[in-house]
């Protein structure tokens, strides 16, 4: 969405703290790469569980 409607608008807004909420809030998480495991790390506070 962001490369539609920019970062800045705020449909992109919502979706990212959508994203981060619910995805804190998940039991489970999959990354298909490490990068994205990382990038959720460091950008969302999502830390995988064992």
Known sequence: MSLT????HPIVQIAK????????LSDYNFCV???MKEDLQ????IKKRH
């Not at 460091?42 to 506070?45: M, P, Y």
């Open 5 to 8: 409607h920019g970062e800045s």
């Open 42 to 45: 460091i950008n969302s506070n």
């Open 33 to 35: 790469t490490n990068a």
């Open 17 to 24: 703290w959508y994203e981060k909420l619910f995805g804190r």
